[in-house]
């Protein structure tokens, strides 16, 4: 089951027309797809402590939902996300509350790389600092022709560590480090050469592209899909010994399931495969 909890509720209305300022995520779920929306358009969803805290709940429990295999994360109002919540941050200026802050952060970021699912990014706006590192920190993203991306902390006096931790991993070290280091914005034709989403698309396909690309996931057989995932993201840390040892592992396991053989039989016999734990 997910949470019931006072912040979190299930969305009945569209993420640009939602009045519920006062829950700080909205969920909406169906055919193996679920969208989490930040909430908070008045603060840009900065990423406040209430919502590290709800998305990190709502990240755990999905990870254990079986029937779940995409989750999309996507944003009301103006910009996507405008990363922390500089005010609250201002508002306890304490060292051992910053490491505790960006401790929950990078465990929610982690999360959403650990969990067997996969997240994708739906980019409508301005994503700065940690609201960069979420795109980057996804599996997929697929952005707006209109979206703005930045690793601006530099520019505050603050160096964006943290966001540079997703950022090197998906950008080309220098792509990377010329971001963090003057915190210039991007466009988003930039953003896709640069590697740090997947497709650029017209505003008004910007739904239908990232529930089609989200739908065309949700119909592989789940037990695959999660091996999938845990595997690639394993196998880089890995030497190139190790990973291809790993690998072989992994495509002999997989061999064994049960989809495995459909699918294989389905193409012989050139028909559509009956997915028996989709």
Same mark, same amino acid.
């Given at each position: 089951m997910l949470p019931q909890h006072k912040r979190i509720r299930q969305m009945k209305q569209s993420p640009e027309i939602s009045e519920q300022t006062d829950v700080v995520l909205l969920t909406e779920h169906g055919d193996g797809i679920t969208t989490v929306t930040l909430n908070r358009p008045n603060q840009y969803n900065a990423l406040s402590e209430q919502v590290l805290a709800d998305m990190q709940l709502l990240l755990d429990q999905l990870s254990?939902?079986?029937?779940?295999?995409?989750?999309?994360?996507?944003?009301?109002?103006?910009?996507? +996300?405008?990363?922390?919540?500089?005010?609250?941050?201002?508002?306890?200026?304490?060292?051992?509350?910053?490491?505790?802050?960006?401790?929950?952060?990078?465990?929610? !970021? !982690?999360?959403m790389v650990r969990m067997p699912q996969t997240v994708i990014t739906?980019?409508?706006?301005?994503?700065?600092?940690?609201? +960069?590192?979420?795109v980057a920190n996804s599996d997929l993203a697929v952005a707006s022709s209109t979206a703005q991306f930045a690793v601006s902390g530099v520019n505050l006096g603050l160096? +964006?560590?943290t966001p540079g931790v997703a950022l090197s991993r998906n950008l080309s070290r220098k792509r990377a480090y010329e971001m963090l280091m003057t915190g210039e914005f991007i466009d988003a034709p930039t953003a896709l050469e640069y590697g740090l989403v997947n497709r650029v698309v017209?505003?008004?396909?910007?739904?239908?592209?990232? !529930?089609?690309?989200?739908?065309?996931?949700?119909?592989?057989?789940?037990?695959?899909?999660?091996?999938?995932?845990?595997?690639?993201y394993r196998q880089l840390e890995h030497s190139l010994e190790q990973a291809y040892r790993d690998a072989g592992e992994i495509m002999a396991c997989n061999m064994m399931f049960e989809d495995a053989?459909?699918?294989?039989?389905?193409?012989?016999?050139?028909?559509?495969?009956?997915?028996?734990?989709?």
């Open positions: 254990e939902r079986h029937d779940i295999k995409v989750v999309i994360i996507a944003s009301t109002g103006n910009a996507f +996300c405008s990363g922390h919540d500089l005010k609250e941050m201002r508002a306890t200026p304490n060292k051992d509350y910053y490491q505790d802050l960006f401790r929950r952060c990078s465990l929610m !970021m !982690m999360t739906r980019v409508h706006g301005t994503a700065t600092a940690a609201g +960069c590192q979420l160096f +964006c560590s017209a505003p008004e396909s910007l739904d239908k592209t990232v !529930m089609t690309l989200a739908q065309n996931i949700a119909r592989k057989p789940a037990e695959t899909l999660r091996l999938g995932k845990s595997l690639f053989g459909e699918g294989i039989d389905a193409f012989i016999e050139k028909r559509e495969p009956d997915w028996l734990n989709s």
